[in-house]
């Protein structure tokens, strides 16, 4: 078992709807939390950064962490056809010395059509 | 723009070659990462360099090596390479520990 699941998709979603990303996760000392969005040809760009359980919010996007069932989201309001990609859930422990060594998941694939 | 600079961005050879790929570091991190993303393993963690030492290791290969200079920029080696080792490879930094990775535009390996 991976220690992160993420659903690859594809998901496909009309222009205007609202988005719902998951991840979850089995180590529970994960403590930071990470959504990436990576467009074709391009590296991960950061999205949200979260560290323990709650919510964040940020213009469209909205992170919310679940240590208790140790489960993440992510909500796009509004999509817009820029929003297409591939969005990446990452995590890190605290004991693992530094937030670097994230562990990702697989990333699901988004399309927003017009 | 992260502000992650990788050169070069395609590289094509051949097995048992070796290649070098460059990482430049956003200005002020002393951190750097490099990381392999394929499409059945997804984006694996290889090495971490703080401020020219070696921090971290993942799941990298005894073929792969790594280091950062004096400047804080980085080279991953690959060597003996295979087929397999088609990936793309990226290079992220961070300010410190409590602050997130910035990845940058990856370096594309195919080899033939």
């Known amino acids: 078992q991976k220690e992160v699941e993420q659903d690859p998709g594809p998901l496909s979603v009309p222009e205007g709807a609202i988005v719902s990303l998951n991840c979850t996760y089995s180590n529970s000392a994960f403590q930071y939390f990470m959504w990436y969005r990576q467009y074709s040809r391009k590296g991960p760009e950061l999205l949200m950064y979260t560290y323990s359980s709650g919510n964040k919010e940020d213009g469209r996007f909205t992170a919310q962490v679940d240590k208790s069932s140790k489960y993440i989201s992510l909500f796009i309001r509004d999509s817009q056809p820029s929003d297409s990609a591939t969005y990446l859930c990452a995590m890190s422990a605290r004991s693992s010395g530094n937030t670097g060594k994230l562990i990702f998941g697989q990333g699901t694939t988004l399309q927003v059509k017009p | 723009d992260s502000g992650v600079t990788q050169t070069p961005k395609h590289l094509i050879t051949a097995t048992g070659q070796r290649v070098t790929l460059r990482c430049s570091p956003r200005?002020?991190?002393?951190?750097v990462y490099w990381y392999q993303q394929s499409l059945d393993q997804g984006l694996q963690f290889l090495i971490q360099?703080?401020?020219?030492?070696?921090?971290a290791k993942g799941n990298i290969l005894e073929r792969f090596s790594a280091q950062q200079f004096p400047d804080l920029h980085s080279e991953l080696n690959l060597s003996s390479l295979e087929l397999g080792d088609s990936a793309l490879y990226f290079c992220?930094?961070?300010?410190?520990?409590?602050?997130?990775?910035?990845f940058g535009n990856g370096t594309r390996l195919t080899v033939t």
């Open positions: 200005s002020g991190d002393l951190s």
């Open positions: 992220a930094s961070t300010e410190g520990r409590e602050s997130p990775l910035h």
């Open positions: 360099y703080y401020n020219g030492e070696e921090r």
